[in-house]
């Protein structure tokens, strides 16, 4: 037996539900410091940053599932929707604490949407995120169709790249820990690329 078939083995036994329970504990931690002084002279605004860096985190760890497997057969795929969900929920809740704590003006929301490219790509990327949760079920798979499923899915993809470059651009200069995390976002999907044209080259030789 190979050392990915005995880690394989043992997540099999380890279910995908405490993922939703256990991702909540850093958004809860957030919260409390940012209740208690602990964020800093200006909570809300670390709040927002907090919230979002563990958005692009756990997405980062989704977007490396499908690669883990093909180049190391380690299998985390069941994970990956509880994961997606979650990415979901932290996005949400990074948009309302900026909507509902920081702005708390519609108009003025509306006028960053347009007028700030980092807020106009954060919130296309948060439009592509909702099909992508709502289609996140076994029923709609059943009910679109495993193609049409995967074509929706596809927006996964450039919502973490503007997702990414959001971050990027909202860290004003050149800072390393965003710059980072847009790297490796892109590495993967240069990954999955490269795994497709190898495995289409075999498949024709």
Same mark, same amino acid.
């Given at each position: ?104 003006? *519609? ?9 700030? !490219?980092? @807020?106009?790509? /954060?919130?296309?990327? +948060? &439009?592509? %995120? ?16 495993? *193609? ?9 993809? !450039?919502? @973490?790249?503007? /997702?990414?470059?959001? +971050? &990027?651009? %909202? ?16 590495? *993967? ?17």
């Amino acid at each position: 037996m190979t050392y990915a078939q005995t880690i394989n083995g043992a997540l099999r036994r380890v279910p995908a539900w405490p993922i939703y329970i256990l991702a909540l504990f850093p958004g809860v931690w957030d919260f409390y410091l940012g209740f208690t002084g602990g964020l800093g002279p200006e909570p809300i605004k670390a709040l927002e940053h907090e919230l979002g860096r563990f958005a692009i985190q756990m997405f980062i760890a989704v977007m490396a599932i499908t690669p883990l497997r093909n180049y190391t057969k380690i299998n985390l795929i069941k994970y990956r929707r509880a994961l997606g969900l979650m990415v979901f929920f932290y996005v949400s809740v990074h948009l309302l604490v900026w909507l509902v704590l920081d702005v708390q003006d *519609l108009g003025a929301v509306w006028k960053d949407i347009i007028k700030r !490219p980092y @807020v106009t790509f /954060g919130m296309i990327s +948060f &439009v592509a %995120l909702i099909p992508l949760a709502i289609t996140s079920n076994n029923r709609s798979v059943r009910k679109l169709g495993p *193609l049409v499923w995967r074509k929706i899915h596809w927006l996964t993809y !450039p919502a @973490v790249i503007l /997702g990414g470059v959001h +971050f &990027v651009w %909202l860290r004003k200069g050149w800072q390393v820990e965003p710059m980072l995390y847009l790297l490796v976002i892109v590495l *993967l999907l240069a990954t999955r690329v490269k795994f497709k044209k190898f495995r289409a080259t075999a498949k024709a030789g």
